[in-house]
């Protein structure tokens, strides 16, 4: 049963700084899923949340039943694991998928607040509660001057273009896929000089324009961009506003990654690929000034960074 809740200082992609996204659409899902939690149903309502042990006189589960690989902090992505069949979920602002192989995905937004707290009610009636103590950060403002007017004030026209791209690549990033690809180390799709962090807050000509969601890396037009781990390739898309041509690659368990500036493509919409295949080259297309590949990642709804999932780079 599934329930629905279910020096490079300069170099600029103005097109990452779009909001959240929301929606709701989706891979065919497993046949069995044990829960999902935190996104809108079919029917537009929202189920109960899971009752608590402290509030409704339900005997704690084992704390054991749980465990959680990484550190949660803002921007991150944990792996979770539960033993035993999962009735319900309370997880605020988060959408969460389990399935009977009994492992998740947990992100952090970059505004998560210091604590957050996840319930699990499992088919035994025991309450399963883990409070997250999310480490907080600082993002230095990125600030790039001289930019031609037009790229900074948007006409009427090129704003309803983006809105609608949004849109779609949203419901895109809301599908669930039931892959195992999100266990894997991930590996950088690109070599060289990082030059804009995710969260970093962006002020273009004076004009703050939101915060940059995701990591640039300077490389040469033709360069190969290769998946950071195996997935499937749900989206392929050429000259959309401010992001150029654009590559979406599920993971499974609502992770994905975007590539946009993109070149040229290397794969097709339901190619399935393994981790160091080609996927498209570096380009210079969309809204920036200056050859790059920008990577963005997000656990269903929420941008993650995508660099807290990488060894350090290695140019």
């Not at 009610?121 to 025991?126: I, M």
Request: include cysteine; glycine fraction near 10%; aromatic fraction near 6%.
């Amino acid at each position: 049963m599934l329930l629905r809740w279910s020096p490079f200082a300069a170099l600029v992609a103005v097109g990452c700084n779009s909001s959240p996204p929301a929606g709701d659409a989706g891979i065919a899902p497993s046949s069995r899923p044990a829960a999902a939690a935190d996104a809108p149903s079919a029917s537009g309502t929202a189920p109960a949340p899971a009752p608590s042990a402290s509030s409704t006189g339900a005997p704690a589960a084992d704390p054991t039943r749980l465990t959680v690989d990484g550190k949660p902090t803002q921007g991150a992505v944990l792996r979770a694991k539960v033993s035993g069949r999962v009735k319900n979920i309370s997880f605020p602002g988060h959408k969460t998928t389990i399935l009977d192989d009994g492992e998740f995905l947990i992100g952090f937004a970059r505004e998560a607040p210091a604590k957050e707290r996840l319930a699990l009610t499992l088919d035994d009636g025991t309450v399963l509660v883990r409070e997250f103590e999310v480490a907080q950060r600082t993002y230095e403002i990125d600030r790039i001057d001289g930019l031609p007017k037009s790229q900074v004030d948007l006409d009427a026209a090129t704003k309803k273009k983006l809105a609608e791209a949004e849109g779609k690549l949203d419901a895109l990033r809301m599908k669930f896929g039931d892959g195992v690809c999100f266990k894997e180390t991930f590996a950088w799709p690109v070599r060289g000089k990082i030059a804009s962090r995710y969260g970093q807050p962006r002020v273009l000509n004076g004009t703050e324009s939101g915060p940059h969601y995701g990591v640039d890396i300077v490389a040469p037009v033709g360069a190969a961009v290769r998946a950071p781990a195996c997935g499937k390739v749900v989206f392929v898309g050429r000259n959309l506003p401010l992001s150029g041509n654009v590559l979406v690659l599920d993971h499974g368990r609502g992770l994905t990654s975007t590539f946009i500036h993109l070149q040229d493509f290397k794969r097709k919409e339901n190619d399935v690929v393994h981790q160091g295949d080609e996927l498209a080259t570096v380009g210079l297309t969309g809204r920036t000034n200056g050859p790059h590949l920008h990577w963005g990642m997000n656990v269903y709804d929420l941008r993650v960074d995508p660099e807290l999932l990488v060894p350090p780079m290695q140019p």
